[in-house]
């Protein structure tokens, strides 16, 4: 219980090297949310500004799985990071767009060929039956899958909900409280 008559009791003398390392811990996490706000501000400003409809930030796009196509490897509701190559080969997992980009397709190339000096691949999902019904001209081809993070596009996808819109206000309201009270 506090009482309020009760004297103030002298603030707690921290070491040097507590403080030290408390400051470059905050430096380090500022240093990240700074690096990832930044990610989301390139990653927005190309949608909006540049009306793309796959944006990279550093050349790198994040998306979301949609559907168990590619099913052991990745599954619906995992985010894929993808990044531009120069070239393409059997075996790659890449994303396409199809035609009229208002869509995108992740699966794996399968064969590949050059008519009329474009260069085509045949793709095919890995838990589907049949390859997919239209080649694939290298300029649609967004980028090769590079890493995986399972379940993490379902978690983004929530957070455009007005809850999850509401969760990312509390935190940001939470971070701005935690840094005043750890300045004090």
Same mark, same amino acid.
């Not at 400051?23 to 700074?34: D, E, H, K, T």
């Not at 930044?38 to 409809?53: N, Q």
């Not at 890493?147 to 935190?171: D, H, M, N, S, Y």
């Given at each position: 219980?506090?009482?309020?008559?009760?004297?103030? +009791?002298?603030? &707690? =003398?921290? @070491? /040097?090297?507590?403080?030290?390392? =408390?400051?470059? !811990?905050?430096?380090?996490?500022?240093?990240?949310? %700074?690096?990832?706000?930044?990610?989301?501000?390139?990653?927005?400003?190309? /949608?909006?500004? %540049?009306? +793309? $409809?796959?944006?990279? #930030?550093?050349?790198?796009?994040?998306? $979301?799985?949609?559907?168990?196509?590619?099913?052991?490897?990745?599954? #619906? %509701?995992?985010?894929?990071?993808?990044?531009?190559? =120069?070239?393409?080969?059997? %075996?790659?997992?890449?994303?396409?767009?199809? *035609?009229?980009?208002?869509?995108?397709?992740?699966?794996?190339?399968?064969?590949?060929?050059?008519?009329?000096?474009?260069?085509?691949?045949?793709? +095919?999902?890995?838990?589907?039956?049949?390859?997919?019904?239209?080649?694939?001209?290298? @300029?649609? &081809? *967004?980028? +090769?899958?590079?890493?995986?993070?399972?379940?993490? !596009? $379902?978690?983004?996808?929530?957070?455009?909900?007005? *809850?999850?819109? $509401?969760?990312?206000?509390?935190?940001?309201?939470?971070? &701005?409280?935690?840094?005043?009270?750890?300045? @004090?």
């Amino acid at each position: 219980m506090i009482c309020l008559n009760e004297p103030l +009791k002298a603030p &707690v =003398k921290q @070491s /040097r090297t507590a403080v030290i390392l =408390k400051r470059i !811990g905050m430096g380090a996490l500022l240093v990240v949310l %700074g690096f990832v706000l930044l990610c989301f501000a390139l990653l927005i400003g190309e /949608r909006v500004i %540049g009306k +793309k $409809t796959i944006p990279t #930030a550093f050349g790198f796009a994040p998306l $979301t799985v949609l559907t168990g196509s590619m099913e052991p490897e990745i599954y #619906a %509701g995992d985010m894929v990071i993808i990044h531009r190559q =120069k070239d393409y080969a059997v %075996g790659d997992t890449v994303t396409y767009e199809l *035609a009229g980009g208002n869509a995108s397709v992740t699966h794996e190339i399968i064969r590949t060929y050059v008519e009329g000096g474009v260069t085509y691949y045949i793709t +095919k999902g890995t838990n589907n039956n049949a390859e997919d019904p239209l080649p694939v001209a290298k @300029s649609q &081809v *967004a980028g +090769k899958v590079v890493f995986v993070i399972p379940g993490l !596009g $379902t978690f983004l996808e929530w957070l455009k909900t007005p *809850a999850g819109l $509401t969760l990312v206000l509390l935190f940001g309201c939470i971070i &701005v409280a935690a840094v005043y009270i750890v300045r @004090s």
